[in-house]
Nanobody
Framework: VQLVESGGGLVQPGGSLRLSCVAS????????MSWYRQAPGKSRELVAG????????EYGDAVKGRFTIDRDNAQNTVYLEMNRLQPDDTAVYYC??????????WGQGTQVTVSS
């Protein structure tokens, strides 16, 4: 099982990034997929999640209206489009998969730094 994130980096305030998470080793379409983030000295928090079948979506309050999550089941990939980035968005972003039961997988994380 692997979740491999990419797309992080350094961006100026107001800029945009698109994160990708490619999954392998499990039945991707049957899993809810989410993005979490963890900033230094803070606990990990939910950024956005998308359900497996209905595509129902939820966002953390801090990113509503700025971030968009999407998934491509044919490519086993979940995306996070991040716009109007702010310094408070600086964190390690993690991909998360859950089968609505006991199986949970995490990626290794990708660093996003928002700074001028």
């Amino acid at each position: 099982v692997q979740l491999v994130e990419s797309g992080g980096g350094l961006v100026q305030p107001g800029g945009s990034l698109r994160l990708s998470c490619v999954a392998s080793g499990f039945a991707f379409s049957g899993y809810a997929m989410s993005w979490y983030r963890q900033a230094p000295g803070k606990s990990r928090e939910l950024v956005a999640g998308i359900r497996r079948a209905t595509g129902g979506i939820e966002y953390g309050d801090a990113v509503k209206g700025r971030f968009t999550i999407d998934r491509d089941n044919a490519q086993n990939t979940v995306y996070l489009e991040m716009n109007r980035l702010q310094p408070d968005d600086t964190a390690v972003y993690y991909c998360h998969a859950w089968n609505y039961g006991q199986l949970i997988y995490w990626g290794q994380g990708t660093q996003v730094t928002v700074s001028s």
